[in-house]
């Protein structure tokens, strides 16, 4: 099975895929509870723009297009006939 970006090669989900899905929900929550930003960084322990880049974010999809379509050394690999791989 090829991975499409959101798993990996064994059919797991990424890590960073879950973390960031996570992370996400997290803020969203804690938005919705009237808490500041800067609350919210110190009680999740995240760096202050990452609070906000979630917070800015309705849909958690757009904060994974970058992690998604990432380029990784294995596909080329994954992808190519086992005969093309030297």
Do not use: F, W
């Amino acid at each position: 099975m090829a991975p499409d970006g959101t798993t990996a090669v064994n059919g797991r989900p990424r890590r960073i895929v879950a973390r960031i899905r996570e992370r996400h929900q997290a803020v969203h929550e804690l938005l919705a509870r009237a808490c500041p930003l800067r609350g919210i960084s110190r009680d999740l322990q995240l760096d202050s723009y990452t609070v906000r880049r979630h917070a800015r974010t309705s849909d958690v999809n757009d904060l994974l297009v970058k992690v998604t379509s990432r380029r990784t050394l294995l596909d080329r690999a994954v992808t190519a006939p086992a005969s093309q791989i030297v």
